[in-house]
């Protein structure tokens, strides 16, 4: 999702935190029927969820939040676990109400606690078996039932990073990704997209409409989604064999259709450079979401006022480029997200620097950098932090994005630009369809440029904080040289290349002592000695002229 809309819902996490899932199972496809209305809030579910077991289990869990003020479980005559009969399903609160699970028709017992449903069945390692969930309620969280700024009513998907539980019973972390049908059945008026290929469309009586979805790419929770409202469409393009679709509000549709259209421009960017397009349509989609660009799969949600925002081509680039990383070669655990984040703010920084210049390139470099010392004030943590254990919003940082982008900046400028291309194709050749951690970004990169990068993925990605330099120099006319001496001021010691200008001449100083010093023929006393020229080094320097 796009950082400069992300920071203002940390304080929401408090109530969105699934209970930790042990991988006993894979679950290989969800099959939701949603049903909306017009007269409440409340929906009704059927999922049918398709599990391929890991181990033997006698029970396990799927994520679902309970509803508020849900009377207590009881169990009935045929072993399954039901709501009491005489309690509305409505309840006090919001939240979903498990009325009953099957398998093959047959009752399943099973407990809802506040945030998991405990399913009491046995089942052997490598069975697959196929459980039908009846549920309904008011969203919590995750599906945002609410009216558009035209006063309209629309109903989205946000389920970044583990909300999708507050509406979908579900395996609510990255690494268990799997195959989605949306089937929606809602007043005729409304349009519906989703993630995949719109396979049937029917209406039905009493002025409803069904609409079904299709999705065949494994996908995580975090980026499947359904959109329902009133919607003008628009397919400006396609892209090879990609169709690319905008969905706007009616009253946004000429400036949203212009708008918008600039994405037929962005998905070839990324197909030439990174690899196949994992799905087989992109819809740009202006909604209503928490965040200014939300990467649904195929989907993409954008906040309300980008019809009209003149950072669109930005925000697309960064939106688009997570269909590559994030969605298709996914974070293993939120952990890395980096590998989501700071992949798509440097591809954004790459397709500009390609359509607008080197120039462009720099500018958003030193910004990011700025922003990446900015965070370090409020929270000295490394880029994989494994401290945050649930409340992942946090993780939504200038650590996540922008460092995470300087990282791949600078391995780019460590292996030369075929090697780092050639590292990034097989990085998402290999983990399309699946999920990675940092290490095997390493071993590919590794693999890609003959070269071994420990102790670079260590400084930068393990180890919090940055290199500060304090770098003096002095003129000696009877040699001709100037000597530099360059000291590393921070805790632990980096091993970089510091590029550093003596008017037009530019040299390069490896670092990896406290103190390195080093001395340059010049034809004169330079005027000005500059650090870093070529914006590639993520470093604070302070430079002086010594006595």
């Not at 929401?12 to 991988?23: H, I, R």
Request: hydrophobic share 40%; with cysteine.
């Amino acid at each position: 999702m796009y950082k400069a809309f992300s920071f203002f819902v940390l304080g929401l996490m408090s109530c969105l935190l699934a209970k930790a899932q042990v991988p006993t199972f894979d679950v290989q496809h969800y099959r939701f029927a949603i049903q909306l209305n017009d007269a409440n809030d409340t929906i009704k579910g059927q999922a049918k969820v398709r599990i391929k077991f890991l181990k033997d289990v006698n029970s396990f869990q799927l994520d679902l939040v309970k509803q508020k003020g849900a009377a207590p479980d009881s169990v009935n005559n045929a072993g399954s676990t039901h709501v009491t009969a005489n309690k509305k399903t409505t309840g006090s609160g919001k939240g979903m109400l498990v009325s009953a699970i099957t398998e093959d028709g047959k009752d399943v017992a099973f407990a809802q606690d506040a945030d998991v449903i405990n399913i009491n069945t046995t089942a052997a390692t490598n069975s697959v078996h196929s459980y039908t969930i009846i549920y309904q309620g008011i969203p919590a969280d995750g599906l945002i039932i609410s009216t558009n700024k035209f006063g309209h009513r629309t109903f989205f998907g946000d389920n970044w990073p583990n909300r999708a539980h507050n509406w979908l019973p579900c395996a609510d972390y990255p690494g268990d990704k799997a195959q989605v049908d949306f089937i929606v059945t809602a007043p005729d008026h409304y349009g519906v997209v989703s993630n995949g290929l719109k396979v049937e469309e029917t209406i039905l009586p009493n002025h409803l409409k069904l609409t079904h979805w299709k999705e065949t790419a494994q996908l995580p929770t975090k980026v499947m989604v359904i959109g329902v409202a009133d919607f003008a469409i628009d397919h400006p393009g396609d892209v090879g064999a990609i169709p690319v679709y905008t969905y706007v509000f009616p009253e946004n549709k000429d400036a949203g259709f212009k708008n918008y259209a600039v994405a037929t421009g962005i998905l070839p960017y990324y197909i030439k450079h990174v690899g196949p397009f994992a799905y087989k349509k992109l819809a740009n989609v202006q909604s209503k979401t928490i965040f200014g660009g939300m990467e649904n799969a195929g989907a993409i949600f954008y906040f309300e006022n980008s019809t009209t925002t003149k950072g669109i081509e930005e925000l697309m680039a960064h939106e688009i480029a997570h269909q590559w990383f994030g969605d298709a070669a996914s974070e293993k655990n939120f952990g890395h997200v980096w590998l989501s984040e700071g992949f798509a703010t440097y591809m954004t920084n790459l397709y500009l620097e390609n359509k607008y210049g080197v120039d462009t390139l720099k500018k958003r470099e030193i910004e990011d950098r700025k922003a990446v010392f900015s965070f370090e004030k409020t929270r000295n943590t490394p880029i994989v932090d494994t401290a945050v254990k649930d409340n992942y919003m946090q993780l939504l940082n200038a650590n996540s994005y922008q460092k995470g982008g300087w990282v791949l900046h600078m391995l780019r400028r460590k292996l030369g630009d075929a090697a780092f291309w050639k590292g990034i194709r097989n990085y998402y050749a290999k983990y399309n369809g699946g999920n990675a951690y940092t290490s095997g970004l390493q071993k590919i990169m590794e693999q890609a440029s003959g070269k071994d990068l420990k102790q670079f993925f260590q400084q930068w990605l393990f180890t919090a904080g940055h290199p500060d330099l304090g770098i003096t120099w002095k003129y000696n006319a009877a040699k001709g040289v100037v000597e530099l001496t360059v000291t590393q001021k921070q805790g632990p010691l980096y091993e970089v290349s510091l590029e550093v200008s003596l008017d037009k001449q530019q040299h390069t100083i490896s670092l990896k002592d406290k103190i390195t010093t080093v001395q340059f023929k010049v034809p004169s006393k330079p005027t000005e000695v500059k650090a870093d020229p070529n914006v590639n080094l993520l470093a604070t320097f302070e430079v002086r002229e010594g006595n």
